[in-house]
């Protein structure tokens, strides 16, 4: 058995699927996996304690350790092996969601084998961790993972003891803060440019010491200076390592968080991408007000989706107008697709500029068949000269009888059936030219498999033959 865990130091990541390529030139070709676009393939952690161990999965046996896969803390796991900036994959899970979110989600699901005896090496554990890539599919109107058969190892190296960082060369980058006027930093700016260094600092922290919290660790010196007041010159900070932190030590250099005044630019959202739809109707050549209504809605909400993704606060009739939707209406022939773009208005301070093309397409839902299996049929009973030895005119006047009263039942319930292209009746080729039909003769009207329109058999019922 593969052993995932391995007393190794960085181990370079596995994937299957979609993958890098290296050509004879040298050149490589951009790394499809969406897992590895994803996830990094190695990860940092710390556990000093018994308790910290636990959730990791491991145990102290003596001088070495076990670990036990099922006992794996999730929060643990996605706290420390994260998604990238731009990640494809949406969560890491150990188990998988019940019902996706949306069509073409992507989750990855780890898992890890068990191991006993583990050595530490340099007093560290390692371990892999296995990913598996999941993608949302909808089949028959009903959404599901699907296993897209592409995995990848990433290795997690779990140190036993505390090591102090010195954050003396610490290099933290805060994006400069866009506020209404530099000179007049109101207090809502000022409390998102500190949560803005808040966040930086902590992004540069966690590259040195996985485990280092603020307050307990560190502290951001003149963080309190950003308020509400003029700081068009900057603010001056520097991050200082609590007294008695057993990560940290030293002080690092000081850095400045910049004020400058929001772009009065618009942004171009020319390259914006909405992903085709696809709506389910009843009738695609005349959907109704309720179809046209739920596809309009979608529409919309897919568009603000893409524009906020790109600038934030557009406002639909505002900034942009959606040129297409026109067409989705009651009673709207739509069976072929129809063709949208977002077009931003010239009244607009936000965007400029029209969308790429994207379409949305109406499917017709599968028919749904008529169980047939209440129905009951009744024929008239039938006169014959002799019922031991009927005629072929009495017997093709018998069938033709029953045929026609079989048709009129199903017609009064789904219209547009066909003998033997819906539905056989079983027991008809016992009236034949010649035949004893002296007793009642049995009869069941019988869906076929390929029908559209019925499903299942009906109650038998029977036709009696009299003599004159």
Known sequence: MKKLLAILGALGLTATGASSVVACNNNKKEDTNDLTKSFESLYKAD??????????????????????????????????????????????????????????????????????????????????????????????????????????????????????????????QVPDQQVGDPASVTSGEATTAQDAVKTAVAKAIKAVSPSAVITTDYTIEGLDNIKAEDLSGGVKLKVQAVNGSKLLIGTSPEFTVKFVKKSDQKTDISGVTVANITQTVADNTNITGTEATAATDEIKAKVQEALDATVPGTVLNTDYTIDGMDKIVANADVSTPVNLTIKSQAASTKITGDSRTFTITFNNAAPTKKDISGLTITVDAQTVADNTNITAEEANTAVNAIKAAVQAKIDAEVSGTALDTDYTIDGLDQIVANADVSAPVQLTVKSQAASTKITGDTQPFTVTFNNK
């Open 47 to 172: 556990a000093f304690d018994d308790t910290a161990l636990a959730k990791w999965g491991l145990t102290k046996n003596n001088d070495k350790y076990d670990f036990t896969a099922n006992t794996l803390d999730e929060s643990t796991v996605t706290s420390t092996v994260t998604l990238k900036d731009g990640a494809v994959v949406k969560q890491l899970v150990k188990n998988l969601p019940a019902t996706p979110a949306a069509e073409n989600d992507i989750v990855a699901q780890y898992a890890a084998e068990d191991q006993s005896g583990i050595t530490p090496t340099n007093k560290t554990i390692t371990l892999s961790i296995k990913l598996t890539e999941f993608k949302a599919v909808k089949k028959e109107n009903v959404l599901s993972w699907e296993d897209t058969k592409v995995t990848m190892t990433v290795t997690i190296q779990i140190s036993l003891e505390a090591q102090q960082q010195d954050i003396s060369k610490l290099q933290v």
